[in-house]
Protein backbone atom coordinates (compact mmCIF):
# COMPACT_ATOMS: atom_id res chain seq x y z
CA UNK A 1 0.00 0.00 0.00
CA UNK A 2 1.54 3.26 -1.08
CA UNK A 3 2.45 5.41 1.86
CA UNK A 4 4.02 8.56 2.66
CA UNK A 5 7.72 8.54 4.15
CA UNK A 6 9.75 10.68 6.14
CA UNK A 7 13.41 11.57 6.26
CA UNK A 8 15.20 11.65 8.83
CA UNK A 9 12.71 10.14 11.68
CA UNK A 10 15.05 12.44 14.52
CA UNK A 11 16.88 15.60 14.10
CA UNK A 12 19.02 17.07 16.82
CA UNK A 13 20.33 20.47 16.03
CA UNK A 14 21.80 23.70 17.22
CA UNK A 15 20.08 26.51 17.55
CA UNK A 16 21.02 29.08 14.78
CA UNK A 17 21.33 25.92 12.56
CA UNK A 18 19.45 25.40 9.28
CA UNK A 19 17.80 22.47 9.23
CA UNK A 20 16.03 19.91 6.15
CA UNK A 21 13.45 17.73 6.57
CA UNK A 22 12.68 15.67 3.92
CA UNK A 23 9.26 13.77 2.34
CA UNK A 24 8.26 11.67 -0.16
CA UNK A 25 4.29 11.77 -0.92
CA UNK A 26 2.61 9.39 -2.36
CA UNK A 27 3.14 9.19 -5.83
CA UNK A 28 0.24 10.22 -7.59
CA UNK A 29 -0.55 13.36 -5.51
CA UNK A 30 -1.18 16.40 -6.20
CA UNK A 31 -1.35 18.31 -2.82
CA UNK A 32 1.15 18.32 0.02
CA UNK A 33 1.45 19.39 3.31
CA UNK A 34 3.43 20.19 6.26
CA UNK A 35 1.99 20.26 9.56
CA UNK A 36 4.05 20.67 12.83
CA UNK A 37 2.67 19.25 16.50
CA UNK A 38 4.69 20.62 19.63
CA UNK A 39 4.83 18.11 22.56
CA UNK A 40 1.29 17.23 24.05
CA UNK A 41 -0.18 20.01 21.78
CA UNK A 42 -2.40 20.17 18.14
CA UNK A 43 -1.57 19.62 15.17
CA UNK A 44 -0.91 22.88 13.64
CA UNK A 45 -0.95 23.55 9.84
CA UNK A 46 2.14 25.27 8.76
CA UNK A 47 2.12 25.46 4.54
CA UNK A 48 0.20 23.74 1.45
CA UNK A 49 1.69 22.94 -1.61
CA UNK A 50 0.44 22.89 -4.92
CA UNK A 51 1.26 22.66 -8.61
CA UNK A 52 4.80 24.08 -7.79
CA UNK A 53 3.36 26.79 -5.51
CA UNK A 54 2.81 27.50 -1.70
CA UNK A 55 -1.13 27.53 -2.14
CA UNK A 56 -1.32 28.88 1.99
CA UNK A 57 0.26 29.08 4.61
CA UNK A 58 -0.52 29.51 8.50
CA UNK A 59 1.36 32.51 10.98
CA UNK A 60 3.66 30.08 11.95
CA UNK A 61 5.32 29.98 8.28
CA UNK A 62 7.28 32.89 8.19
CA UNK A 63 10.78 33.98 6.97
CA UNK A 64 12.62 30.98 8.51
CA UNK A 65 10.93 28.66 7.03
CA UNK A 66 10.55 27.16 2.98
CA UNK A 67 9.22 24.20 1.13
CA UNK A 68 10.55 23.23 -2.12
CA UNK A 69 9.69 19.83 -4.41
CA UNK A 70 12.99 19.74 -5.76
CA UNK A 71 12.37 16.98 -7.85
CA UNK A 72 8.97 14.64 -9.17
CA UNK A 73 9.14 12.67 -5.72
CA UNK A 74 10.68 14.98 -2.42
CA UNK A 75 8.73 17.87 -0.93
CA UNK A 76 11.06 19.42 1.39
CA UNK A 77 10.79 22.01 4.15
CA UNK A 78 13.60 24.28 5.51
CA UNK A 79 14.49 25.81 8.23
CA UNK A 80 16.62 28.49 8.13
CA UNK A 81 17.48 29.60 11.51
CA UNK A 82 16.49 27.11 14.14
CA UNK A 83 15.01 28.07 17.59
CA UNK A 84 14.36 26.25 20.50
CA UNK A 85 10.54 26.59 19.98
CA UNK A 86 10.81 25.12 17.15
CA UNK A 87 11.30 21.52 18.70
CA UNK A 88 7.94 19.51 17.59
CA UNK A 89 7.40 16.57 15.18
CA UNK A 90 7.17 17.80 11.89
CA UNK A 91 4.38 15.50 9.96
CA UNK A 92 4.48 15.72 5.51
CA UNK A 93 0.84 14.69 4.53
CA UNK A 94 -0.41 14.65 0.81
CA UNK A 95 -3.93 14.40 -0.74
CA UNK A 96 -4.56 13.33 -4.37
CA UNK A 97 -6.63 16.21 -5.00
CA UNK A 98 -8.85 14.51 -7.34
CA UNK A 99 -11.64 15.78 -5.21
CA UNK A 100 -12.50 18.88 -3.41
CA UNK A 101 -13.04 17.14 -0.03
CA UNK A 102 -10.81 13.60 -0.15
CA UNK A 103 -8.35 12.99 2.82
CA UNK A 104 -4.92 13.47 3.44
CA UNK A 105 -2.04 10.89 3.96
CA UNK A 106 0.33 11.32 7.00
CA UNK A 107 3.79 10.10 6.90
CA UNK A 108 5.53 9.34 10.03
CA UNK A 109 6.75 12.30 11.64
CA UNK A 110 10.35 13.70 11.96
CA UNK A 111 11.14 14.63 15.58
CA UNK A 112 13.13 17.91 15.68
CA UNK A 113 15.08 18.63 19.02
CA UNK A 114 16.75 22.32 19.05
CA UNK A 115 19.01 22.41 21.73
CA UNK B 1 -11.54 32.49 11.51
CA UNK B 2 -12.20 28.09 11.30
CA UNK B 3 -11.94 26.95 14.40
CA UNK B 4 -12.49 23.47 15.81
CA UNK B 5 -13.00 22.41 19.41
CA UNK B 6 -13.28 18.41 20.61
CA UNK B 7 -14.81 16.80 24.25
CA UNK B 8 -13.90 16.03 26.35
CA UNK B 9 -9.90 16.16 26.24
CA UNK B 10 -9.66 12.84 28.04
CA UNK B 11 -11.85 9.88 28.74
CA UNK B 12 -11.26 6.39 30.65
CA UNK B 13 -13.32 3.39 29.59
CA UNK B 14 -13.70 0.08 30.60
CA UNK B 15 -13.25 -2.34 28.21
CA UNK B 16 -16.63 -2.79 26.48
CA UNK B 17 -18.06 0.49 28.00
CA UNK B 18 -19.49 2.44 25.17
CA UNK B 19 -19.27 6.12 24.97
CA UNK B 20 -19.08 9.47 22.63
CA UNK B 21 -16.41 11.41 21.37
CA UNK B 22 -17.20 15.54 20.27
CA UNK B 23 -16.36 17.37 17.82
CA UNK B 24 -17.70 20.82 17.05
CA UNK B 25 -16.55 23.75 14.73
CA UNK B 26 -17.45 26.77 12.99
CA UNK B 27 -16.07 27.24 10.10
CA UNK B 28 -16.88 29.17 6.52
CA UNK B 29 -17.48 26.46 3.49
CA UNK B 30 -17.02 23.31 4.92
CA UNK B 31 -15.68 20.75 2.36
CA UNK B 32 -15.32 17.72 4.57
CA UNK B 33 -14.70 16.71 7.99
CA UNK B 34 -12.29 14.16 8.83
CA UNK B 35 -11.47 11.83 11.94
CA UNK B 36 -8.23 10.49 12.46
CA UNK B 37 -6.30 8.23 14.97
CA UNK B 38 -3.17 8.51 16.35
CA UNK B 39 -1.12 6.91 18.34
CA UNK B 40 1.89 8.02 20.53
CA UNK B 41 5.04 9.51 18.30
CA UNK B 42 3.17 8.67 15.01
CA UNK B 43 1.61 10.00 12.50
CA UNK B 44 -2.27 10.09 12.68
CA UNK B 45 -4.27 7.53 10.30
CA UNK B 46 -7.45 8.84 8.78
CA UNK B 47 -10.05 7.06 9.86
CA UNK B 48 -13.39 8.65 8.41
CA UNK B 49 -14.54 11.64 5.63
CA UNK B 50 -18.09 13.20 6.42
CA UNK B 51 -19.20 15.27 3.67
CA UNK B 52 -22.73 16.44 4.86
CA UNK B 53 -25.25 16.89 7.54
CA UNK B 54 -26.60 13.71 8.44
CA UNK B 55 -24.00 11.51 7.03
CA UNK B 56 -22.84 8.36 8.55
CA UNK B 57 -20.04 5.83 8.42
CA UNK B 58 -18.96 3.32 10.40
CA UNK B 59 -15.81 0.73 11.19
CA UNK B 60 -16.18 -1.73 12.77
CA UNK B 61 -16.50 -0.33 16.68
CA UNK B 62 -16.62 3.30 15.39
CA UNK B 63 -19.02 5.19 13.94
CA UNK B 64 -18.85 8.75 13.05
CA UNK B 65 -21.75 10.92 12.49
CA UNK B 66 -22.31 14.64 11.17
CA UNK B 67 -24.64 17.73 11.66
CA UNK B 68 -24.41 21.19 11.09
CA UNK B 69 -22.29 22.04 13.74
CA UNK B 70 -20.30 19.10 14.97
CA UNK B 71 -19.56 15.63 14.69
CA UNK B 72 -20.03 12.53 16.94
CA UNK B 73 -17.30 9.52 17.31
CA UNK B 74 -19.38 6.73 18.97
CA UNK B 75 -17.39 4.08 19.81
CA UNK B 76 -19.35 0.30 21.02
CA UNK B 77 -18.02 -2.34 23.53
CA UNK B 78 -13.80 -0.97 23.22
CA UNK B 79 -11.42 -2.68 23.65
CA UNK B 80 -7.78 -1.51 25.10
CA UNK B 81 -6.35 -1.15 21.43
CA UNK B 82 -8.52 1.35 20.53
CA UNK B 83 -6.97 3.80 23.28
CA UNK B 84 -5.11 6.04 20.69
CA UNK B 85 -5.57 10.07 20.66
CA UNK B 86 -8.72 10.84 18.32
CA UNK B 87 -8.42 13.99 16.15
CA UNK B 88 -11.13 15.90 14.29
CA UNK B 89 -10.04 18.04 11.26
CA UNK B 90 -12.30 20.20 8.67
CA UNK B 91 -11.23 20.93 5.32
CA UNK B 92 -12.08 24.21 4.06
CA UNK B 93 -11.31 26.63 1.20
CA UNK B 94 -11.94 27.23 -2.36
CA UNK B 95 -9.74 24.40 -3.29
CA UNK B 96 -10.15 22.50 -0.19
CA UNK B 97 -6.84 23.80 0.40
CA UNK B 98 -7.07 24.39 4.28
CA UNK B 99 -7.08 21.64 7.45
CA UNK B 100 -7.54 22.75 11.02
CA UNK B 101 -7.38 20.13 13.79
CA UNK B 102 -8.98 20.25 16.92
CA UNK B 103 -6.88 19.55 20.02
CA UNK B 104 -8.18 15.43 19.98
CA UNK B 105 -9.38 13.78 22.73
CA UNK B 106 -7.38 10.93 24.30
CA UNK B 107 -9.05 7.65 24.85
CA UNK B 108 -7.84 5.00 27.25
CA UNK B 109 -9.20 1.84 27.02
CA UNK B 110 -8.70 -0.32 30.32
CA UNK B 111 -9.16 -4.07 30.56
Known amino acids: EPEVTQTPSHQVTQMGQEVILRCVPISNHLYFYWYRQILGQKVEFLVSFYNNEISEKSEIFDDQFSVERPDGSNFTLKIRSTKLEDSAMYFC?????????????FGPGTRLTVL | EDQVTQSPEALRLQEGESSSLNCSYTVSGLRGLFWYRQDPGKGPEFLFT???AGEEKEKERLKATLTKKESFLHITAPKPEDSATYLC????????????FGPGTRLSVLP
Open chain 1, 93 to 105: ASRTGTSLSDEQF
Open chain 2, 89 to 100: AVQTGPYGQNFV
Open chain 2, 50 to 52: LYS
